[in-house]
């Protein structure tokens, strides 16, 4: 079936560094891709999001990048901060405006 | 412009009850989506309406479970004799319904079972 993986699974960075997150997606047919920031307790919160018809997308630090051929897609954080530590969730969107989640990454930044 | 609303933010039953969690759409969406998340865990899709019609339930277990976007009114997630394990955080999210457009999130239902 659909399926979406995420890599790492726990990223920890010193505060300035840059951080990447990686997904892979099953379904061909994926054609949008949002990225979720959900801090502890509280909802997720689209920070990016990405369609089929481009390659790369960049909002002040963060930045996707989509790769449809070989099915996967990254966030990008650069210069990091304390207040970018939160759970990431890529997704991939399947057919009838549904989208499946990939299972998060914690990332932790070091002041 | 009201963002997706949940009620209620916490909910307490004990075994056997019913639990009833509401949301409410941003304004201008007619999409509406409901997710389960354990602690530590990601997202896990439930069920997908509009409008007094149910477009995809495959995410929800089969029994106990039900969901409606009635015409007027909220969207209502009922989960009827629960167990300990339907403890969890219930987020729904909407969208306006036009193809790949973004799922904006409530703060979701921490449903305890006691």
């Known amino acids: 079936g659909e399926n979406v993986e995420q890599h790492p699974s726990t990223l920890s960075v010193q505060e300035g560094d840059s951080a990447v997150i990686k997904c892979t997606y099953s379904d061909s047919a994926s054609n949008y891709f949002p990225w979720y920031k959900q801090e502890l307790g509280k909802r997720p919160q689209l920070i990016i999001d990405?369609?089929?018809?481009?390659g790369e997308k960049k909002d002040q630090r963060i930045a996707v990048t989509l790769n449809k051929t070989a099915k996967h897609f990254s966030l990008h954080i650069t210069e990091t901060q304390p207040e970018d530590s939160a759970v990431y969730f890529c997704a991939a969107s399947l057919a009838g405006d549904k989208v499946i989640f990939g299972p998060g990454t914690s990332l932790s930044v070091i002041p | 412009n009201a963002g997706v609303m949940q009620n209620p933010r916490h909910l307490v039953r004990r075994r056997g009850q019913e639990a009833r969690l509401r949301c409410s759409p941003m304004?201008?969406?007619?999409?509406v989506y409901w997710y389960r998340q354990l602690p530590e865990e990601g997202l896990k899709f439930m069920v997908y309406l509009q409008k007094e019609n149910i477009i995809d339930e495959s995410g929800m277990p089969k029994e106990r479970f039900s969901a409606e976007f009635p015409k007027e009114g909220p969207s209502i997630l009922r989960i009827q004799q629960v167990v300990r394990g339907d403890s969890a955080a219930y987020f729904c999210a909407s969208s306006q319904g036009d193809r790949n457009q973004p799922q904006h999130f409530g703060d979701g239902t921490r449903l305890s079972i006691l």
């Open positions: 304004k201008g969406h007619s999409h």
């Open positions: 990405i369609r089929s018809n481009v």
